[in-house]
């Protein structure tokens, strides 16, 4: 991480903060995605900060899609603790109607420092920020007003993201499926895609599940 954090910008247009980094390819990018993560609740005290980082820099962990909802009543832009989005340096993977390439570790060890801010979100009772786990460097500003920051994070996961979470996590179906239609879908949804590679460790996970079924 970096000590001293990106620079700053004018604030968003309206309703930039919600779904920030979502195009046109979001249907295609989440047709494998039949997993998530279990929530997550993260605190911080004033005074604490996460400097810029990747929720999935090396493409390895399975998360795609990142969302995270703030539960601090009455917070305004005074209290801090914004979530800021970053632009990913050049250079870097982006989307596409294709999918997103899977970062190697070398690229993701060397990430340039992401400079431009995109938008910043006040971390408010009820709002939802939803953003690409795998191409949107963001970071958490500390807590200024004398209140603790709270929000629950949860990960969207796809095949094509990593094994990581499939392998050594406990991910949960999502639409409603129980496991062995979940990762049925999925299997389906990886052998008819000309997207990235998946790993033979997730496709033997998913095998597995729905063998179990």
């Given at each position: 991480?970096?000590?001293g ?8 247009p309206?309703g930039?903060e ?16 039949q997993?998530r ?9 004033p005074?604490?900060?996460?400097t810029?980082?990747?929720?999935n ?17 009455d917070?305004t ?8 989005l ?7 993977s ?16 060397g ?12 971390p408010?009772?009820d709002?939802?920020a ?10 958490v500003l ?5 209140s ?6 949860v990960?969207y ?7 990581e979470q499939f ?12 496991m ?13 895609s000309?997207?990235p590679r998946?790993a033979?460790?997730?496709l ?8 179990e079924?």
């Amino acid at each position: 991480g970096n000590d001293g954090g990106a620079g700053r910008s004018s604030p968003p247009p309206a309703g930039l903060e919600l779904g920030l980094g979502l195009g046109l390819s979001c249907s295609e990018r989440l047709r494998q995605c039949q997993f998530r993560s279990w929530p997550q609740v993260a605190t911080y005290e004033p005074g604490n900060r996460y400097t810029y980082h990747l929720d999935n820099p090396r493409g390895r962990n399975g998360r795609i899609l990142t969302m995270v909802y703030y539960l601090n009543r009455d917070w305004t832009r005074d209290d801090g603790g914004v979530l800021r989005l970053l632009r990913p340096p050049k250079g870097s993977s982006s989307t596409d109607g294709d999918g997103i390439e899977a970062r190697a570790g070398a690229e993701a060890e060397g990430m340039e420092v992401p400079s431009e801010v995109m938008a910043e979100v006040v971390p408010t009772l009820d709002t939802l920020a939803m953003f690409w786990s795998d191409c949107v460097p963001h970071e958490v500003l500390p807590p200024t007003g004398g209140s603790d920051r709270r929000a629950v994070s949860v990960w969207y996961l796809c095949p094509s993201q990593g094994h990581e979470q499939f392998i050594d996590g406990s991910p949960l179906p999502v639409g409603g499926l129980g496991m062995p239609e979940a990762a049925a879908e999925g299997l389906a949804a990886v052998e008819a895609s000309d997207g990235p590679r998946v790993a033979p460790e997730t496709l033997e996970w998913l095998r597995a599940q729905v063998a179990e079924g």
